[in-house]
């Protein structure tokens, strides 16, 4: 046994910068696990500096000087933020108080339908059936109602905690913007002088992982705008949620569409029933996820993330139980992070092996 450790360990662990960039790797995700909340608004600066660090690599390489490129993209970032604050954030809040306002005469309707079932359809649902699923969704209903009320009882440190975020968040993303340099040369002086396994790695992140994290977003802002833009015309009832839940429902691959499909065929069939109106919605909420599957997504991700669809489930699953939301944005450039280290780890063979 201690032969075959001793193997295992000089196979993978006998290169010095191997040995580091292990040693790294696990200091970071034990530092995002443990202190992840303390460090919540440091960790938000970072992803935002590297988002906006393409569109300052490209005012740069057009010979815009480094501090007017940090400030022409900051002030770019600031005026979406407050943009975001002022008009979209009242909005989607205000039809989602609607939506729960209007829950209980929704249930209602429902209610009326399904009871219908049996009646119409007596080989195929019971009564009792039809009862049992009204008392769960009642059940659930009073769940989600309990956590509304708890959240609302506790809003007083949310609201403190989101003008913490809204104030730090900002001044991080600046100083990272302007320092950028200073801090990778600081964090650099920490690694091996030749650190070439690193570098591999960072190469390969960098290709496809940073093209990956603003390529979403940007589909994100285009998704969720059209499907906006489209609800409104129709005269759909909460278009703004709606168009944010069909937004973010690209983040989760193969699943989000899916899912975010119930809540707009619910509402749809809630407020026109079975009539054309609920038809041209569903025709052009299919459109749209056509069009971003098949035209929109082939154009923002020329870099192709080389996964198997099950690693980038299994990868949505680990990282979404992790660390929520975030863990299920970062899921496939974590994925990436992982398949960049294993390819490019060094690998000895013992002497006197085949």
Known sequence: MLKVLRGWLYRYFSDEEAVVLAVVLVLGFAVVLNLGGMLAPVLAGLVLAFLMQGPIGWLER??????????????????????????????????????????????????????????????????????????????????????????????????????????????????????????????????????????????????????????????????????????????????????????????????????VTVPVAMIGLFQWGWGDQFIYLMVIYAIIQALDGNVLVPLLFSEAVNLHPVAIICAVLLFGGLWGFWGVFFAIPLATLFKAVINAWPRRVQAGAQ
Not at 81 to 91: D, E, H, K, Y
Not at 97 to 106: D, K
């Open 62 to 259: 057009l010979r815009v000087p480094h501090m007017l490129a940090v400030w022409g993209v900051f002030t770019l970032f600031v005026a979406l933020l407050a943009v975001c604050l002022l008009l979209l954030v009242p909005l989607v809040w205000r039809q989602l108080l609607t939506l729960f306002n209007e829950l209980p005469r929704m249930l209602g309707e429902w209610q009326g339908l399904m009871l219908l079932l049996p009646e119409r359809y007596p080989q195929l649902v019971t009564e009792e059936q039809v009862l049992r699923a009204i008392d769960n969704a009642r059940g659930e209903l009073g769940q989600v109602g309990q956590w509304l009320l708890s959240q609302s009882l506790a809003s007083l440190p949310i609201l403190v905690g989101m003008m913490i975020y809204l104030v730090l968040v900002p001044i991080l993303v600046f100083f990272f913007l302007k320092d950028r340099r200073q801090i990778a040369e600081w964090f650099g002086g920490y690694l091996p002088s030749e650190r070439a396994l690193m570098t591999r790695v960072w190469q390969e992140m960098n290709q496809q992982s940073a093209n990956y994290i603003r390529g979403k977003v940007i589909e994100i802002v285009i998704t969720g705008g059209v499907t906006y833009v489209a609800f409104a015309v129709l005269g759909l009832n909460y278009a703004a949620l709606l168009a944010l839940l069909v937004g973010l429902s690209v983040v989760v691959p193969y699943v989000g569409a899916v899912v």
